[in-house]
């Protein structure tokens, strides 16, 4: 089993940047893609990006293509969401999971451990 501890949310104003974090423990989380997905109040979970084992390949939604980059370290276990030109829409919780099957999956299903989720707050 995987555990997975998303980090580095906060509040930030319009226009800025953060940087989350998906650690895991358990297991070697170069065995797996990953993938960032976000919720929002009374929204539906949205996908955000995801990258496969090795980093070669990665996938973006719409709404972030161009200002998220997902990247991971696997010596260090972990796996990145840089987010910058933030918006008050990207306000959401975001989550990060884990899937033995190497693609990057923009739908939850092929994900088979997620996070608890850190929470992101983008004031205008």
């Known amino acids: 089993q995987v555990q997975l501890v998303e980090s580095g949310g906060g509040v930030v104003q319009a226009g800025g940047s953060l940087r989350l974090s998906c650690a895991a423990s358990?297991?070697?989380?170069?065995?797996?893609?990953v993938g960032w997905f976000r919720q929002a109040p009374g929204k539906e979970r949205e996908f955000v990006a995801a990258?496969?084992?090795?980093?070669?390949?990665?996938n973006y939604g719409d709404s972030v293509k161009g200002r998220f980059t997902i990247s991971r370290d696997n010596a260090k276990n972990t796996v990145y969401l840089q987010m910058n030109s933030l918006k008050p829409d990207d306000t959401a919780v975001y989550y990060c999971?884990?899937?033995?099957?190497?693609?990057?999956?923009?739908?939850?299903?092929?994900?088979?451990?997620w996070g608890q989720g850190t929470q992101v707050t983008v004031s205008s």
């Open positions: 999971a884990v899937s033995i099957l190497n693609a990057a999956w923009s739908s939850p299903g092929p994900y088979n451990y």
């Open positions: 358990g297991r070697t989380l170069s065995n797996y893609a």
């Open positions: 990258i496969t084992w090795s980093g070669a390949n990665t």
